[in-house]
């Protein structure tokens, strides 16, 4: 996971940064949801975002959130190690470099990293996504806020919960204090079954935005 090689970058040499479980961009992924798909299409949608449409109108992650991945996310978010994330932030950075270079239409008015209970924030001593979303708020020159949104109330953890259950354990989680503008990037670290970026999503357009992109390090592959 940090290679330590001479030639290595922000911790990993190339070797190992091309080596980490990549989500393959638009041709293998939803369009929408950014879940790993088995064939590629630039067009496809997956099956639960055809049944069940997403309120925000796509998800970018370069990774899939498995080993080593998902061990350095463990690493950074968990044990407050930070320097697993940086090989993580700045592969997510160029990637969302390239893309609005190519779609400068999809760049959006603010960044908001998806809201951390404080008590939690205090066992944890920082908020990754408000982490994830300053730095790309530097490198990308965007401007970004933790100060619109709060969570209402603490939940039990959502891992092990299949969407549904996520759904009804977020309920009524997340209340937005100020105006968002009219295009919001919500930030995360991971995305896995969607229903925190669903919910996130509805509360920012019932308070006024248009339309919203979710950016986040990597995406459970299904």
Known sequence: MACLEPAASFGLCTGCHDELPWNRWQCRQCRQ???????????????ECLQNP????????PWHYRFPVDRMI????????????KPLLKGLERHLSELLTQQPDQRPDLLVPTPMHPARRRARGFNQASDIAEHLSRAL??????????????????????RHARLNN??????????????????DDVVTTGATVRLFTKALKQ????????????????
């Open 33 to 47: 949801c950014g879940l790993p798909l088995a064939f590629p299409d630039e067009g496809l949608s997956c099956g």
């Open 54 to 61: 997403p309120p925000f109108s796509r998800v970018i992650v």
């Open 74 to 85: 463990h690493r950074y978010k968990d044990s407050g190690q930070r320097a697993f994330a």
């Open 141 to 162: 020159d965007l401007s970004w806020s933790a100060c619109i949104s709060t969570r209402t109330r603490q939940t039990r953890t959502q891992r092990g919960l299949d």
């Open 170 to 187: 977020l309920a009524g989680i997340f209340r937005i204090v100020k105006t968002p503008p009219p295009r919001v990037a919500i930030v």
């Open 207 to 222: 308070a006024g935005a248009q339309e919203v992109q979710v950016w986040a390090l990597a995406r459970t592959p299904g």
